[in-house]
Each structure stands twice: as structure tokens, then as C-alpha cells.
């Protein structure tokens, strides 16, 4: 079945540094990846989506400067986060939108910014 | 904008048993797709189940059935026969049919509790 590839799993990062999530469709080609931003027992928020080969879409109220979406290749998706600071810590989910077939989420990426 | 409301923050069943988790949801579009997600404690979104809401018949997968109700704009999910693997948060989503507005809204989700 189809597989988003989600790393890294957890990273901890101090604060002022970037961090680099990547998505990566292993079995399909995804031309739009979905970000999303989940805190402790909440639910799924969007942050942005990408379309292979454009500049993604931001939704209101996050800083497009701060969380850089790249989606370079039709496998290949990837999130920086810049100067991360605490409040950023949080859980990071990615989802790939499949030509056929719905949705398929990666693992996630727990952030901690100390 | 679409909205999604999911009112029960948490619920429980006996092992074995049916539990329904409520969704409602607010749209003014006539074609859009619905959805139960399950996360686990792993926190892997899977797929539960989808309706395309210009079905009238009600999406079965397995022990999960949803009573979707597009005049009242409900969308509840029926867990039959209820497992321990069950445990999970539940989310309901939300997708618009509209080429290029294809993000998923999600409800705040249920988390749902299996005793033994």
C-alpha cells in the first residue's frame, strides 16, 4: 500500500537552531502534501499546503517566514522550522494526497525546543 | 469556511459491545467527502472509514458503520462488537469536492476507551 515516510521521529532541538522534517512518498507520486500541527490532545491543525513545483499555501496565522514548506520533487516534501523557539514544540504531521485513493499520513515528528 | 464538531471529548464501551461517536459538521457546498480517522497511541493517523456525501447509502468497513444524515449534517460512526485495538482518539474530517480545496477539517476528536 501506499507509504509516507516521515523523519525524523523525534528530534529535540535547541532553541534558535532549525529543524528539517521530510516527507517522502515511497510508492506514488504525491503532487500535494498536506502540513499539519498537532499539540497534546488536540486535534490535527493545518499549517500550510504544497503543490510539487509552486510556492505553498499558508493558512492564516502562520508565519510562512518562520515555517519553510519545499516540495521540490513529486516525492519529496520538507518542512523547516527556523529559529525554533519552545512554543514550536509540538507534534508534526504530514499527509500526501494520492491521484487515486485519499490520503496517506506520515508518522510524525514529535519537536521539542529547549 | 467548513467547521467540524465532534461533542464528545471522551467516551468508553464494554469489550464487545456498539458505541457511537457523533460528528455534525457545518458546509454550504452539496458535494464534499466525510471521514473517521483513528489515532492510536503510536499517533499513525488510519484511515476508519469515508463517505462521498452524494451517496445516500451509509458506508459499512467490517464492525464500522456511519449513520450519515446530509440534511441534519451529521455524520456518526457505529463501532460494533467493540475490541481492545479500538482504543484510540477518533477524529471526524471534512473534505470540500472542489478541485484545489482538497485539505482535510478535522473535528477536536473523541477518545474512545475499550474495557475488558
Known amino acids: 500500500g501506499a507509504v509516507v515516510s516521515q523523519h525524523p521521529s523525534r528530534v529535540i532541538c535547541k532553541s534558535g537552531t532549525s529543524v528539517k522534517i521530510e516527507c517522502r512518498s515511497l510508492?506514488?507520486?504525491?503532487?500535494?502534501m498536506f502540513w499539519y500541527r498537532q499539540f497534546p490532545k488536540q486535534s490535527l491543525m493545518l499549517m500550510a499546503t504544497s503543490n510539487e513545483g509552486s510556492k505553498a499555501t499558508y493558512e492564516q496565522g502562520v508565519e510562512k517566514d518562520k515555517f519553510l514548506i519545499n516540495h521540490a520533487s513529486l516525492t519529496l516534501s520538507t518542512l523547516t522550522v527556523t529559529s525554533a523557539h519552545p512554543e514550536d514544540s509540538s507534534f508534526y504531521i504530514c499527509?500526501?494526497?494520492?491521484?487515486?485513493?485519499?490520503?496517506?499520513f506520515g508518522s510524525g515528528t514529535r519537536l521539542t525546543v529547549v | 469556511a467548513q467547521t467540524v464538531t465532534q461533542s464528545q471529548p471522551e467516551m468508553s464501551v464494554q469489550e464487545a459491545e456498539t458505541v457511537t461517536l457523533s460528528c455534525t459538521y457545518d458546509?454550504?457546498?452539496?458535494?464534499?467527502?466525510l471521514f473517521w480517522y483513528k489515532q492510536p497511541p503510536s499517533r499513525q493517523m488510519i484511515l476508519v472509514i469515508r463517505q462521498e456525501a452524494y451517496k445516500q447509502q451509509n458506508a459499512t468497513e467490517n464492525r464500522f458503520s456511519v449513520n450519515f444524515q446530509k440534511a441534519a449534517k451529521s455524520f456518526s460512526l457505529k463501532i460494533s462488537d467493540s475490541q481492545l485495538g479500538d482504543a484510540a482518539m477518533y477524529f471526524c474530517?471534512?473534505?470540500?469536492?472542489?478541485?484545489?480545496?482538497?485539505?482535510?477539517?478535522f473535528g477536536t476528536g473523541t477518545r474512545l476507551t475499550i474495557i475488558p
Open positions: 458546509t454550504s457546498e452539496s458535494d464534499y467527502y
Open positions: 510508492d506514488f507520486q504525491a503532487t500535494t
Open positions: 499527509s500526501a494526497k494520492r491521484l487515486v485513493g485519499g490520503y496517506t
Open positions: 474530517a471534512y473534505r470540500s469536492e472542489n478541485f484545489g480545496n482538497e485539505k482535510l477539517t
